[in-house]
């Protein structure tokens, strides 16, 4: 279900507010942790405490993130500080370096890239185009770009996620796309992504999903099920062929490939926590163990690999989506 973002004024009454809250729903955790430690004899893995343990530090990290925010409009009220850009990719930056770092060591939470993450020349912009299935993969993803790659992540976000005062503060300063939901949007969609992609600096990433959603067992069998009744035979035997994605939506990759052809692309694929597709799943797994962690694998293309033309582009993605399915399945077996 898509969640409408907040007006304008309600954001800046949730940045106002959130350190308040914070104390509050810290004050009420600590007796969730104390009870989660008396139930050590029935819940021997203590998952009560380090989820609970590991929200609180996300809502902090979150108000931090929002200070340091402040801090930097207070000093350049009109961002017009030579280190502004920089000065935020240093709050995303360590704000998810300190998170995952916690991740790991309270609930398992662990990334590991195959081979190398292959993201090209360094001096100039990348498209990322990546399956969206698991908890908290796009933050995973945009922390690789950071800690691993050495990029400036642009992301292309749901709208609802301007609920949360840090992520909102911070990404929309660094350009960040937050995709508006499809009712009443027209062609915005299209014009915010083509805008995104033109203001793409030399070190920046764009980060996207091609699906649009996390992929589910239920999703993609649905999926293949309403393509068939709709009479889309040939789409229906494509996306039957990738049991481990859902069908890509090529209008969004269109619109960028041909908004930035100097742009290069990499294609990555994850896999390990797609199965954990509910909370209770998740809640059963936690603390994760080493086969639960998310490995990554990449495929850099360079510029002049990359079609252009849109029907082209759509062939191009039925191939790297072959690619990714055949290269999860093997996971799995």
């Not at 797994?285 to 079609?307: C, K, M, N, T």
Request: net charge positive; glycine share 6%; hydrophobic share 45%.
């Amino acid at each position: 279900m898509k969640v409408a973002p907040p007006p304008y004024w309600l954001q800046v009454v949730l940045r106002v507010l959130w350190p308040g809250v914070a104390v509050v729903l810290t004050a009420l955790a600590l007796p969730v942790i104390a009870l989660g430690l008396l139930l050590w004899p029935v819940d021997r893995r203590l998952r009560l405490v380090r989820v609970t343990f590991l929200a609180i530090y996300f809502i902090w990290e979150d108000v931090g993130a929002v200070g340091q925010c402040l801090w930097l409009s207070a000093r350049s009220p009109r961002g017009w500080s030579p280190t502004w850009v920089a000065d935020h990719e240093a709050i995303i930056r360590d704000a998810l370096d300190n998170f995952f770092r916690t991740a790991r060591h309270w609930v398992g939470f662990r990334v590991d890239v195959d081979r190398t993450l292959d993201l090209g020349d360094e001096d100039a912009p990348v498209i990322v185009l990546s399956r969206h299935g698991g908890p908290a993969d796009s933050l995973a993803l945009a922390w690789l770009l950071t800690s691993h790659g050495g990029r400036v992540p642009r992301i292309v976000l749901a709208a609802g996620l301007l609920w949360d005062p840090g992520i909102a503060m911070v990404l929309r300063r660094l350009r960040a796309y937050f995709v508006p939901s499809r009712s009443g949007a027209g062609d915005d969609r299209t014009k915010g992504v083509t805008q995104l992609a033109r203001r793409l600096a030399p070190r920046d990433a764009l980060l996207i999903f091609p699906e649009g959603r996390n992929w589910t067992v239920h999703r993609q069998r649905a999926e293949v099920a309403r393509l068939t009744e709709a009479g889309e035979t040939e789409r229906a035997e494509r996306a039957g062929r990738w049991p481990w994605l859902l069908p890509h939506r090529p209008r969004g990759v269109q619109t960028l490939l041909t908004a930035r052809p100097d742009a290069g692309v990499t294609v990555i694929a994850h896999t390990g926590l797609e199965l954990l597709d509910s909370p209770l799943a998740i809640w059963r797994a936690i603390p994760f163990d080493r086969e639960q962690g998310l490995r990554v694998r990449s495929w850099h293309y360079p510029p002049e690999e990359v079609p252009r033309d849109p029907d082209a582009i759509e062939t191009w993605l039925d191939e790297r989506w072959t690619q990714i399915n055949d290269w999860i399945a093997s996971h799995h077996r």
